[in-house]
């Protein structure tokens, strides 16, 4: 069953430096339409391809999202990296669960051994020691012996492995709607009712 008011304590977002940016700034802005808290953890790689990819000015980071999410009644909650003792990092401090999106190899091998090197690996350590869901895109190809024995680690662990693979029985029309397809994916496994993609069997 879908959880629309899961929404009252937010998401936290993690957007890390595997290629795919689009897909975690699309689900944010998905969430804030639904009035859903967004708790945003960018690392500096992640930063670097918001660059690379979406133009995004990376030195001046509160004010590109300030204008970035300028049409969104609600803001996102921006954590730097480095802020080591934000909320987020404590299990006392309630939210709905993260999804890390994408999710690169660095960062999904730094939440599967438990190194907790940085904000983002800490509050992803949180909803694993609180039993909170945690759902990771992992965004690499080919993958090799060591991607997939820290995805199966974090699959028994419960975690959320939804992978940046686009589908095509919908006859995606543009850009957009692949990126829809993927980010409606990630919403159903976050519980949250969302209507971005045609399912099958719909007509």
Request: glycine residues 10%; contains cysteine; proline residues 4%.
């Amino acid at each position: 069953m879908m959880e629309t008011a899961n929404a009252a304590s937010g998401w936290i977002v993690g957007i890390t430096g595997a290629s795919g940016a689009i897909y975690g700034v699309r689900l944010c802005e998905s969430l804030l339409e639904r009035r859903i808290p967004v708790h945003l953890v960018v690392t500096d790689a992640g930063w670097r391809v918001l660059r690379e990819e979406l133009g995004w000015d990376s030195a001046r980071r509160q004010e590109t999202l300030a204008q970035k999410f300028a049409g969104f009644e609600a803001k996102p909650r921006y954590y730097p990296i480095n802020d080591i003792g934000a909320g987020i990092a404590s299990g006392s401090y309630r939210t709905a669960g993260m999804a890390i999106v994408p999710c690169s190899m660095g960062t999904l091998s730094g939440i599967a051994h438990g190194a907790s090197g940085n904000l983002l690996e800490r509050a992803a350590d949180v909803m694993l020691k609180e039993g909170r869901k945690l759902i990771v895109v992992p965004r690499e190809t080919p993958l090799n012996a060591i991607h997939l024995e820290n995805m199966l680690k974090l699959s028994r662990l419960g975690v959320k492995i939804v992978p940046a693979m686009p589908a095509f029985y919908h006859k995606p029309q543009s850009m957009d709607e692949l990126i829809d397809f993927l980010v409606g994916k990630v919403m159903d496994s976050m519980g949250i009712d969302n209507n971005l993609f045609r399912r099958w069997g719909d007509e």
